[in-house]
């Protein structure tokens, strides 16, 4: 298919060319090349044998799909009609509608042309069905970009539970507990969500016992529900800390939020350390808006949390 113009009017042009039978007078439908005949009316030219028909003498060209010849065609002729489509003005894409670098045409409705203007650098193009065009900019997201919740860390002092409130409509929450102690020997170090004191936590994972000496009993499985999860556990030394680390996902939905959990229990000296190390879920259908550090038995009475959250 070719395209040309008649004056100011764009059109579409092709050339419908046929070795008709004897007797034919009627030429529509496709030619021998499977071109179909269309054209405006009055913008068509018809050779036959390679002469130039006369318009109104030679054919009549009425309908815009059919060419009539007055005298019906022999054997051996053929028949080749210059066929032009007029466009009409307002179905034509002008250079004006690109107003800038970049700029993309883009529907917003059948047969309805809008313009979409150009994005900033690194912008993605993404389907957008509550934008006029359909088409949208978007951003690359970045990541997971952490911020700290509770700036310069919360002090575990004072109290068997400190907690962190102020949590919403994040979807990651990383906890990070440093030094965690008590002036009570042989406690653990455990942390909660939403005050939640119901058997909810789902954790599995591994518990290592270094005392002075290994043997099998050092190495144990845990597995199943509990109403907090372990971070370690303090021995009898003064000097014995807790830290560890939480990693929540699913926070702000109404599912199960899963998370990975470690923590070492150290005695000092390089003795009777222990560390645990579990995966698992909190099956709440509430989001979170808190989380706990806890003392099983006697105050804490030193080290930090740090809560960070993610959107």
């Given at each position: 298919m070719?395209?040309?113009?008649?004056?100011?009017?764009?059109?579409?042009?092709?050339?419908w060319?046929?070795?008709p039978?004897?007797?034919?007078?009627?030429?529509?439908?496709?030619?021998?090349?499977?071109?179909?005949?269309?054209?405006?009316?009055?913008?068509?030219?018809?050779?036959?044998?390679?002469?130039?028909?006369?318009?109104?003498?030679?054919?009549t060209a009425?309908?815009?799909?059919?060419?009539?010849?007055?005298?019906a065609?022999?054997?051996g002729?053929?028949?080749?009609?210059?066929?032009?489509?007029?466009?009409?003005?307002?179905?034509?894409?002008?250079?004006?509608?690109?107003?800038?670098?970049?700029?993309?045409?883009?529907?917003?409705?059948?047969?309805?042309?809008?313009?979409?203007a150009?994005?900033?650098?690194?912008?993605?193009?993404?389907?957008?069905?509550?934008?006029?065009?359909?088409?949208?900019?978007?951003t690359?997201?970045a990541?997971?970009?952490?911020?700290?919740?509770n700036?310069?860390?919360?002090a575990?002092t004072g109290?068997?539970t400190?907690?962190?409130?102020?949590?919403?409509?994040?979807?990651?929450?990383?906890?990070?507990v440093?030094?965690?102690?008590?002036?009570?020997?042989?406690?653990?170090?455990n942390?909660?969500?939403?005050?939640?004191?119901?058997?909810?936590?789902?954790?599995?994972?591994?518990?290592?016992?270094?005392?002075t000496?290994?043997?099998?009993?050092?190495?144990?499985?845990?597995?199943?529900?509990?109403d907090?999860?372990?971070?370690?556990?303090?021995?009898?030394?003064?000097?014995?800390?807790?830290?560890?680390?939480?990693?929540?996902?699913?926070?702000?939905?109404?599912?199960?939020?899963?998370?990975?959990?470690?923590?070492?229990?150290?005695?000092?000296?390089?003795v009777?350390?222990?560390?645990?190390?579990?995966?698992?879920?909190?099956?709440?259908?509430?989001?979170?808006?808190?989380?706990?550090?806890?003392?099983?038995?006697?105050?804490?009475?030193a080290?930090?949390?740090?809560?960070?959250?993610?959107?």
């Amino acid at each position: 298919m070719a395209t040309g113009r008649i004056g100011v009017t764009p059109t579409l042009g092709v050339r419908w060319s046929k070795a008709p039978t004897g007797g034919t007078t009627a030429l529509s439908g496709l030619d021998d090349s499977s071109v179909s005949l269309v054209y405006s009316v009055g913008y068509e030219q018809v050779y036959r044998n390679g002469v130039l028909l006369s318009r109104g003498n030679d054919y009549t060209a009425t309908t815009g799909t059919t060419v009539t010849l007055t005298e019906a065609t022999i054997a051996g002729d053929l028949i080749e009609i210059f066929a032009q489509q007029l466009v009409p003005l307002t179905d034509a894409i002008s250079k004006g509608q690109f107003t800038a670098k970049g700029t993309l045409l883009s529907a917003t409705a059948a047969s309805t042309p809008g313009v979409l203007a150009v994005g900033t650098n690194g912008q993605y193009l993404s389907a957008d069905s509550t934008a006029s065009t359909g088409l949208a900019w978007a951003t690359v997201s970045a990541g997971a970009n952490w911020s700290l919740l509770n700036s310069g860390g919360t002090a575990l002092t004072g109290a068997t539970t400190v907690t962190v409130s102020g949590i919403s409509g994040k979807d990651k929450i990383m906890i990070l507990v440093e030094g965690a102690s008590s002036a009570t020997s042989n406690i653990d170090i455990n942390w909660r969500l939403n005050a939640d004191t119901g058997s909810n936590y789902y954790r599995y994972g591994i518990q290592l016992n270094s005392p002075t000496a290994y043997s099998s009993s050092s190495l144990s499985a845990y597995g199943g529900s509990t109403d907090r999860v372990r971070l370690g556990t303090m021995g009898t030394n003064a000097a014995a800390t807790v830290s560890g680390y939480v990693l929540l996902t699913g926070c702000n939905s109404s599912g199960v939020k899963s998370f990975q959990s470690a923590g070492a229990g150290i005695e000092g000296g390089g003795v009777n350390q222990v560390m645990y190390h579990f995966g698992g879920y909190y099956d709440s259908a509430t989001t979170i808006s808190s989380i706990s550090i806890v003392s099983n038995s006697g105050n804490l009475d030193a080290g930090t949390v740090f809560v960070y959250t993610s959107a």
